[in-house]
């Protein structure tokens, strides 16, 4: 017997180790084969947010307010969903590696096929309105996200360049409602001129985009309204407005 085998022998008996039977080895297995898919569904909706936030924004608006394109797209990126994303794929890897194959295939393909897959379920479950979902929730239960939207958001409102993102918290009458920023200023609207991008109704606690001249310091003349994120639903489309019925007050 070799010095080295004599070595191992004494630990294994000083350290009173144990084999592990069978079972342990395939319950392990199973458990990380199981926190791998957790991890791909967990990237598949970072991704689904991911389109919802890019998608669901006003494009006008960004250009408008952005310093060209590439600033234009950085506004409206949502770093936090990515750092999970990115955390996400990292934690991916690792346990693919731990797999009993998973040695044999490089990090980076391990990467690109865990990116793929959650870019393909992503985008069904981002059809599908969860996106939406996810993320509405997510800013309902938990206030730090909550902040986090509305500062991005707060990003769109520069009013001195004529734009406007907020809410609508009172329909004062067909050529004014009154609207409060993301920024936390109430504006007085006149939209007797406004332009409106897509055929939708003006409703109580819309969030709305607008574009146009800063008259005052608390008003706003629209030449052109938007929706601001409107949901994501395959049933979810706006019922055209019949001029001048541009107006629905919600309890």
Known sequence: MTKLSKS??????????????????VLLHVLLWVALATSVVLGSLAISVILRVITGVDWEIVRYVGNGAIHSFM?????????????????????????KKG????????????VVISLLFGSGLYFVGVGHSVDTALAESIPPYATWKEKRDGAMVVPDRGAL????????????????????????????????????RLQLRQSIG??????????????????????????????????????????
């Open 165 to 200: 993102v907020g809410r609508i918290i009172n329909l004062m009458s067909d050529e004014q409602i009154m609207m409060i920023d993301f920024k936390g200023t109430k504006w007085t609207v006149d939209i007797t001129d406004a332009e409106f991008k897509d055929d939708f």
């Open 103 to 114: 040695y044999r295939y490089s990090p980076v393909m391990v990467v690109i096929t865990s």
């Open 75 to 99: 506004l409206v990126l949502p770093y936090i969903w990515i750092a999970i994303l990115g955390l996400i794929m990292f934690l991916a890897t690792m346990l693919f590696e731990k797999t």
């Open 8 to 25: 191992i022998l004494g630990t294994i008996k000083k350290n009173k180790i144990q084999p592990r039977s069978r079972w342990q080895f």
């Open 210 to 251: 607008v574009l146009g001249e800063k008259i005052d310091e608390d008003e706003f003349k629209a030449k052109r309204i938007m929706l601001w994120k409107p949901p994501v639903r395959p049933e979810g489309k706006m019922r055209p407005p019949t001029p001048p019925d541009r107006f629905k007050n919600i309890d």
